[in-house]
């Protein structure tokens, strides 16, 4: 199995850091097919494996609204309602939604007061919504469209191999 811990390479470009990331997810994937166990491991490789992020998990569709599931970070807010903050936008919207500065962001839910940009990618196998994968950053524009490119890649691969139903 190859080392889950990757640090950021500042010599190395967002695509080939994302590209580390998918192969390093890859492995942690390998012959197992649970989505908690998947969702658990890829938050923790995103929480470590990125600069500046002190929230990175998964909200997952239950019932018409997102519950918090697998995370790193401090405690999270529990449920969130479909069209309600930078998740529910995302999930209501299904496309990823990437947020410079929290406080400007209309209806934004503050789990945590030090979270300054947020990103929200919708997980979705074919037109089902699954869920959202959710990154917060104390530092405000922390997240770029390459972080956005780079995340749609992984939360797809994540789908793919992960059985959702259960």
């Known amino acids: ?25 890859a492995s942690l994937m390998h012959a197992e097919r649970d989505a908690l166990a998947n969702c658990a491991n890829f938050a ?11 929230w ?3 909200y997952r569709l239950r019932d018409g609204e ?9 405690p999270a807010c529990v449920r969130i309602a479909l069209g309600r903050g ?15 500065d929290v406080h400007a962001f209309a209806g934004h839910i503050a789990c945590d007061a030090a979270s ?7 997980l979705l196998h074919g037109d089902r919504l699954l869920g959202v ?6 530092r405000p524009g922390r997240f770029t469209t390459a972080d956005a490119a780079g995340l749609e890649i992984l939360a797809r691969q994540l789908v793919a191999g ?5």
């Open 1 to 25: 199995m190859a080392e889950p811990h990757v640090l950021p390479d500042p010599s190395r470009s967002p695509a080939e850091h994302y590209a580390e990331l998918a192969r390093v997810l």
């Open 44 to 54: 923790a490789l995103v929480y470590h494996g990125l600069e500046d992020v002190n």
């Open 56 to 58: 990175a998990g998964f």
């Open 66 to 74: 997102l519950v918090v599931g697998a995370f790193q970070g401090k």
């Open 86 to 100: 930078v998740c529910g936008t995302a999930a209501a919207e299904r496309r990823t939604v990437l947020v410079p």
């Open 116 to 122: 300054r940009s947020e990103i929200v990618v919708p």
């Open 133 to 138: 994968l959710d990154l917060d950053s104390p």
């Open 162 to 166: 992960s059985d959702w139903d259960g």
